[in-house]
């Protein structure tokens, strides 16, 4: 239930979840030695980056995230930088120094020429093309408080604003360029980012400043729905090229290793499909369990998903990897994506983890395999969970090897 739910569905019903509860209340104590909170004016360079809450929607809150210090603070909000180099505690330390700045939405969250001035200062500040020079009065002084999300990275205490200005700032030109087509609708706007070699992480917050899209459809959307519909977009547009594409010859596998999560990418000699499957050790982040392992999954053929995958956000951040190396690749397949989380996986740091995980794992050599019975003998051999379990869960992995491809015939 608690794979299922992620600290977003009450599913338990409880008002607050207590798994994100239990992590707040273990890291109370290291936070209150860090840095210099004990304010209510920050004076910093945001990365850039912002957030926008989901409570009360469509009454949300939008704002900047800015740190307590000067200068390239960008690797505070780029995840691309953080595989391989960056623990769980370097995370942890990074999100952590990002305090949030929250103004309300009166009157909802569309786009008009009666924002609050601290509300459009924030949509301008996505399009800095690097940290920019910032200073924020709030009402308070900040709490010593880190929040934790499954889609979104953590970040550090917020309160509201009163006052927020932006220094001298240079822009992005390519985002500028988007944020000002209002003639542009998003997923167009989206897609001309990403060919443009514009980070996911950079999308997704022009995105959610409503930064994309036709002038009078423009609206803020709050952090974790952004983070999907980005990945989402890209993911599904790629596919649709990669279904023109002629199928690899072999069976491939890839590994990747980070944050004590193993994934394993297995790329099928055939027309698309999709599934991801999730599997928590006990007493990991989303399973409290202290004897269980929670696995969970989600698949999808040719014709795609016409429902929310049961997952969630993990889901589509990991098609999105797989369809961006095939269409690099000029090739189709199927793919099947398994994920094992191990004890060490205790925070909740984001889907970014899922997507550049995947991404990064593409990148190694694979080991090729003529048949699916010697994949699965390699899978039992390599995995910790037996296949008997990851069977049990999975409809890709099941399919029939009989089944036989048109150019099996000629």
Known sequence: MCLKCRGTKKLCGKSRCPILANFYSKLKGERESDANFNTNFLDGYSPPSVFIGRYSYPKVNVGPLV???KGDTSILSTPEKWFGSADMDDIIKYRSKLARGKKRLKKGVEIT???DREINRTRYLTLSKKSAETEVKFNKKLSETIWFDNKSQPHGPSAEINRFRIGSMSTHPVLEKIFYDDDLKSEPAIMKL???GVRISRIQDLFMVGGTGLKNNRKFVPTRWSITAVDDTVGK??????KNYRPINNYEIYRAEYLDNQWIVILTPSIWKFESIE????ETTWN???NNIAIFGDHEYIQGRSDYASIGGCYYAARLAVAEHLEKRRRQAGAIVLREAHP???LPVGVWNVRESVRNGLMTKPVSFDTRAQVLSFLSEKLDLSMEEWISVSELLT??????RIDDFI
């Open 67 to 69: 740190p307590p210090e």
């Open 288 to 290: 409290p369990s202290r």
């Open 113 to 115: 020429e009666q924002l």
């Open 279 to 282: 599997a928590f050790y006990p």
């Open 399 to 404: 399919e029939k090897e009989s089944q036989k």
């Open 237 to 242: 547009n790629l596919r649709e090229r990669v």
């Open 344 to 346: 060490g996986y205790i």
């Open 194 to 196: 990403y060919e443009k």
